[in-house]
């Protein structure tokens, strides 16, 4: 469709090489997007931006490595990409990490710093770091990826960091689409569910069992797929369908992409 055509346009995305990141560089290359990455690996970076060179009509993807609670860093890499590349239209502030789940009382102050940083903090940085570059197009889309966790769902005791920066993630969006709503910027949160994804294993746990409320849900837990998790590319679509001009008119918005999961575990 024309109106999922990015020919042209340039997305930043952060946590690009993997996962959900990488998911949406790939289905926005494929429609004709210029792309760069941003994350911590160098030698994932790379692996990522040779596989969005290989979807893509353009065959533009630049990378750069950096923390995205670096603003200086921030500043940089976009400076960069638009040098490079013209400008930016898309931001998707993407990164995150599931950091540490544990009883409050076991939470140890750099652990919350951590998860803070990365999420919350990384997602204000980012935003701000591309607004000069979105208002020298005069137009642009901001997406950040939040969760279920912290909007729908409370049932994760132990998760408690992480759903306080996904909640805020989400306040953010609303303050930031009243204000960048008047410069035509649209700003818009995804919330995933259970998406096939290597966060998890970076998930640390420490009693969470001992905290649990004893609840019983239906069999499969997702009302759509039953066990099967959303994947990365059906993600990914849902952030061209947000980023495209079919779109144009959504703004402030939270969208769940989780098979109606958080429907039923709350």
């Not at 544990?102 to 935003?127: C, S």
């Not at 499969?220 to 993600?235: A, D, N």
């Not at 939270?254 to 709350?266: K, M």
Request: aromatic share 4%; charged share 20%.
């Amino acid at each position: 469709m024309a109106d999922l055509d990015f020919g042209g346009k340039v997305a930043f995305i952060t946590g690009g090489s993997s996962g959900i990141g990488l998911g949406a560089a790939v289905e926005l290359a494929r429609r004709g997007a210029k792309v760069g990455l941003y994350s911590h690996s160098q030698e994932e970076l790379e692996k990522a931006c040779a596989e969005v060179v290989k979807a893509g009509s353009s065959g533009c993807c630049a990378l750069f490595s950096g923390d995205v609670a670096d603003a200086g860093a921030l500043r940089g890499a976009l400076e960069d990409l638009t040098g490079k590349f013209g400008g930016v239209d898309i931001v998707f502030a993407n990164a995150g990490i599931n950091g540490v789940w544990a009883p409050l009382a076991e939470i140890a102050e750099e652990e919350y710093d951590r998860t803070m940083n990365a999420n919350l903090k990384g997602t204000f940085l980012t935003v701000q770091a591309a607004l000069p570059h979105l208002r020298k197009r005069g137009r642009g889309v901001v997406l950040v990826t939040s969760s279920v966790n912290g909007n729908r769902i409370f049932s994760n005791t132990g998760a408690t960091v992480y759903s306080m920066t996904k909640a805020a993630q989400v306040a953010m969006v609303k303050m930031l689409a009243v204000e960048l709503g008047q410069e035509q910027i649209r700003v818009n949160a995804i919330c995933p569910g259970a998406i096939q994804t290597a966060i998890s294993e970076n998930t640390e746990q420490r009693h969470t069992e001992d905290i649990k409320m004893p609840m019983e849900l239906p069999e499969g837990e997702i009302p759509l797929t039953g066990k099967e998790p959303g994947s990365i590319e059906q993600v990914g679509r849902l952030v061209c369908f947000l980023a495209s001009d079919m779109a144009d008119h959504i703004n402030g918005e939270v969208v769940y992409i989780d098979g109606g999961q958080s429907l039923v575990r709350g």
